[in-house]
């Protein structure tokens, strides 16, 4: 079965974007993204409004992949598609479409973990890097949903080893640049003016959490009141130190999540790490991992910026590893909002 051409589509519909991908055994051919742009408005995902668009961008997402690819649908393998988590809304489009076009097609139906997905994309050939991380190896998923620390033993044998116990680490970058008066998406604008920043400019406490697990609430009311204190002396405090206050929450968001990695690393004796999510796109963390390779022995793996954010490149390789296992789903699945890894 690992010989042949095998060509797997896959429907990614967890949060607000559409997106579908053809691969063919672990190669992308395509890998088509349809963005929101209209939650901007609204400062975040509107979850009917994300459901909504999804039922617009569907086909014509599909038939673009299908398109790029330059196959037939007739030549599909099999349909994978995001069971969740997610929103339950904007999974119940990908889910009902992707059943449909296999029942259509009389071809297998294959189910993915959003989750899992992320720690999979390092498995996507790619001609200009072919480096995978070695079983076992740990991974640090990093999104607006979801921060854990995952030990990753074969594709699907995974362990969380932790998690948030309050707020994502996407959205304490979200939720920050809204207090600084940023357009949503802020994440990115945060890295972006603390490229410009000095990092020490500012200090803010950070959690102390016990073990592996995660906390971003307190941190991201310090900062407000810290806005609040300094803009009640200057009103134009943000505007005339945006760079440095972003340096400064930027570098303290990445000393929290870089000290549960070294301790994670230290309690498991692994040094194969790899991240995944939309905030693996940070170019900080990328940063960090790299000097942290240097000193402390490391071998760090980083996806592509396009099979960071949700795509459906992440859920084709997925799709493909449970393909050749043989680990189908019938037309009785059904999305799940919440959806741990491993279950």
């Not at 009902?96 to 993915?112: M, N, R």
């Not at 980083?302 to 037309?331: H, V």
């Amino acid at each position: 079965m690992t010989s042949r051409k095998t060509y797997i589509l896959g429907i990614e519909s967890s949060c607000d974007d559409t997106s579908a991908a053809v691969l063919c055994n672990k190669k992308v051919l395509s890998n088509v993204v349809a963005t929101q742009d209209i939650h901007r408005q609204y400062g975040g995902v509107v979850p009917e409004l994300a459901s909504r668009a999804h039922q617009q961008n569907i086909v014509p997402v599909v038939h673009q992949a299908l398109a790029k690819a330059n196959i037939d649908k007739k030549d599909l393998s099999a349909i994978a598609f995001t069971k969740g988590p997610g929103l339950m809304g904007s999974l119940l489009v990908g889910t009902s479409f992707a059943k449909s076009l296999a029942l259509g097609l009389d071809i297998p139906l294959i189910a993915v973990n959003h989750m899992e997905a992320h720690i999979l994309a390092h498995f996507i050939e790619d001609d200009e890097n072919n480096r995978e991380p070695s079983f076992p190896f740990l991974a640090m998923t990093i999104s607006g949903g979801h921060t854990q620390i995952v030990l990753v033993k074969d594709f699907f044998d995974m362990e969380i080893l932790g998690e948030t116990l309050d707020d994502a680490v996407g959205e304490a970058f979200d939720k920050s640049a809204k207090l600084m008066g940023l357009p949503y998406p802020g994440g990115p604008l945060v890295d972006k003016h603390a490229q410009q920043g000095n990092s020490a400019a500012f200090n803010f406490p950070k959690p102390k959490v016990e073990g592996l697990n995660f906390s971003f609430s307190g941190l991201k009311t310090s900062i407000l009141y810290f806005l609040q204190r300094e803009t009640k002396k200057n009103p134009d405090f943000v505007a005339e130190n945006i760079d440095d206050i972003c340096a400064s929450v930027q570098n303290t968001i990445l000393d929290i999540l870089m000290d549960k990695l070294q301790l994670a690393v230290q309690q498991t004796g692994i040094n194969e790490i790899a991240i995944g999510g939309g905030v693996a796109a940070n170019s900080g963390i990328r940063t960090r991992l790299k000097e942290a390779e240097e000193q402390l022995g490391l071998h760090t793996y980083i996806p592509k910026f396009q099979y960071c954010t949700d795509n459906a490149a992440m859920i084709g390789i997925t799709g493909y590893l449970k393909y050749r296992k043989g680990q189908f789903s019938n037309q009785s699945v059904a999305a799940k909002a919440r959806f741990a890894i491993g279950s």
